[in-house]
Nanobody, 122 residues
């Protein structure tokens, strides 16, 4: 199994930046696709970005393209989400996810972190 713990959330002004971290543990970590999702109040969980097990392929939702970057450091069991040019619409709880999926943007990941709050003020 895989355990995930997010950190790095907080309050920022519009146009600012944050870097989220996901600390992962488990013997099968390296074989999992990793992803970030977010959920705003009253809304469904939304795909943000994903990275393949090798770190060689990345995928982004349209809302994240050009602003967010996902990266993976297997040696440290860490996945990062660098968020730049943040907008109030980015306000949400951000969740790290891991699993073996053919559809990287599916919410059906097996493992999830507890989430970290990101709030962007205008």
């Amino acid at each position: 199994q895989v355990q995930l713990v997010e950190s790095g959330g907080g309050l920022v002004q519009a146009g600012g930046s944050l870097r989220l971290s996901c600390a992962a543990s488990g013997r099968t970590f390296s074989s999992n696709t990793m992803a970030w999702f977010r959920q705003a109040p009253g809304k469904e969980r939304e795909f943000v970005t994903a990275i393949s097990w090798s770190g060689r392929s990345t995928y982004y939702a349209d809302s994240a393209k050009g602003r967010f970057t996902i990266s993976r450091a297997d040696a440290k069991n860490m996945v990062y989400l660098q968020m730049n040019s943040l907008k109030p619409e980015d306000t949400a709880v951000y969740y790290c996810a891991a699993g073996s999926l053919s559809a990287y943007n599916s919410p059906a990941y097996k493992y999830w972190g507890q989430g970290t709050q990101v709030t962007v003020s205008s």
